[in-house]
């Protein structure tokens, strides 16, 4: 085997590692959406977790890939490559198509438990076919903010604001969940199982080793080391400071917020992991963790968008952080570390065209959507939960919990229905 032969197997391989990487992480938004919410809808977002990858994953292949990676109109979109006529490389196929899914599953998270399943689809559908695929051919192959200088390593706009603008869209349109608002004062909804949670946290942890240290395509032992400690440190930052900030706050340190914290400083150095230094990973993930927590709040107290795994603020308000985080700490172009503010201006030139593509074309799909099937389940298929009302069946086994309520001679939903709010 030649060494060059060998070489492009080596970096063959590494694309691999990491889509498997990748494609767990699908696992771990599994459970840190079915961890934060009730378990009476915790086969719904199974069910959805497990659909919108498979979709995603022949809609890309079909249509996504070619309008992303195809030959560049006007460097709008791509128009070629459709089935992947023409394309060779399957391995860097592969691996966008598992990027393309983590987009779109973003949107999950914010609907969860009110949402009617064939509404998500069809959003879902939009997003890996059409949305997603204009931004990532904008920023990553060759379009106008490639073309413009504009940085985003491995997705904290193309991939995480992406979703999250789709995800706010859907949720505004939606509204509240039953019982969340009761005049000025906000409810907490607890979720059914934190241990979960934290589960599905560390797997996209792990996950994102691959996510970012993929991104190089190539195993190059110069770049790949840095990218994984980068990645790592700020994570790890991301959990200190929610920890230290919501003791601060609250008088205690806040589970949900301090795991969302870890996902808060990955999604933060996602922009920036091959360009910025250590120390700065370190700064990036650490204020990723406080912002989360005031934009949790804003979000939930203020402007009032029921978003039941903090999905908006980790992904959106983030991942705009991190990419304007890029702008700052960049080590040839930064504005801490040459003076320049270019390379800011252009950032944030990039993030105010993704929101206002995203936005808009999420709102016509959802508005559309709305006013024809409709996009919201009943109120009392929502008080019974979407497990039974989607599904036919519930994730866990109600009677260990209820005992002789249940007499499984009567109808399931009629039971469930009558323990309205108690079931949960």
Same mark, same amino acid.
């Given at each position: ?5 060998? $070489? ?26 079915? #961890?934060?919410?009730?378990? %009476? ?10 659909? !919108? ?33 023409? @394309? ?27 949402? %009617? ?35 985003? &390593?491995?997705?904290? !706009? ?6 999250? @603008? ?58 790949? =080391? ?26 205690? +340190? ?24 250590? =120390? ?16 949790? *709040? $804003? ?13 908006? !603020?980790?992904?959106? +308000? ?7 985080? @890029?702008? $700052? ?6 504005? &801490? ?39 919201? @389940? ?6 019974? #939960?979407?497990? /039974? ?6 994730? /866990?086994?109600? *009677? ?7 007499? *499984?001679?009567? =109808?399931?939903?009629? *039971?469930?229905?009558? $323990?309205? %709010?108690?079931?949960?």
């Amino acid at each position: 085997m030649t060494n060059e032969l060998l $070489l492009s197997s080596i970096n063959m391989l590494w694309i691999i590692i990491g889509t498997i990487l990748v494609f767990f992480m699908h696992a771990g938004f599994a459970m840190v959406e079915s #961890g934060f919410t009730r378990s %009476k809808n915790t086969v719904n977002i199974l069910m959805k977790n497990f659909i !919108t990858v498979s979709i995603a994953s022949i809609l890309y292949f079909v249509v996504g890939y070619a309008l992303m990676f195809g030959e560049s109109f006007q460097g709008i979109i791509g128009t070629s490559g459709f089935a992947l006529f023409g @394309v060779d490389d399957i391995a860097f196929f592969v691996f966008q198509a598992v990027f393309a899914a983590t987009s779109a599953t973003i949107i999950s998270g914010a609907v969860a438990e009110r949402m %009617k399943l064939s509404a998500y689809f069809i959003l879902t559908i939009v997003v890996v076919t059409v949305i997603y695929p204009v931004v990532g051919h904008w920023v990553w192959a060759g379009g106008w903010l490639s073309q413009l200088g504009f940085i985003d &390593f491995a997705g904290s !706009t193309v991939v995480h604001l992406t979703g999250a @603008v789709g995800a706010l869209v859907a949720a505004a349109l939606l509204g509240p969940r039953i019982g969340k608002y009761t005049g000025k004062k906000v409810n907490v909804i607890p979720g059914h199982s934190i241990p979960l949670g934290a589960l599905g946290v560390f797997i996209l942890w792990l996950g994102w080793f691959g996510f970012n240290g993929a991104s190089t395509l190539a195993a190059d032992p110069e770049t790949v =080391p840095s990218i994984i400690t980068n990645t790592l440190l700020a994570a790890s930052a991301g959990v200190v400071s929610t920890a230290l900030y919501t003791k601060l706050r609250y008088r205690q +340190i806040d589970a949900s917020l301090t795991l969302n914290g870890a996902l808060s400083g990955l999604v933060g150095i996602t922009a920036g992991a091959a360009n910025v230094s250590l =120390p700065s990973a370190i700064a990036i993930g650490f204020i990723a963790g406080i912002v989360m927590t005031e934009g949790i *709040r $804003l979000l939930d107290a203020k402007l009032r968008v029921d978003d039941p795994v903090g999905a908006i !603020t980790v992904h959106g +308000i983030i991942g705009v952080w991190g990419t304007l985080a @890029v702008g $700052l700490f960049d080590t040839s172009a930064g504005l &801490f570390t040459t003076g320049s503010i270019q390379l800011l201006g252009i950032q944030a030139i990039g993030i105010v065209a993704v929101i206002l593509w995203v936005a808009s074309t999420s709102f016509a799909v959802v508005y559309i959507t709305k006013v024809t099937i409709g996009i919201r @389940v009943s109120e009392e298929e929502e008080m019974t #939960g979407l497990d /039974y009302v989607e599904h036919g069946t519930s994730a /866990y086994e109600v *009677r260990e919990t209820y005992g002789a309520a249940f007499d *499984r001679t009567e =109808p399931f939903a009629q *039971r469930l229905t009558e $323990l309205g %709010k108690s079931y949960t």
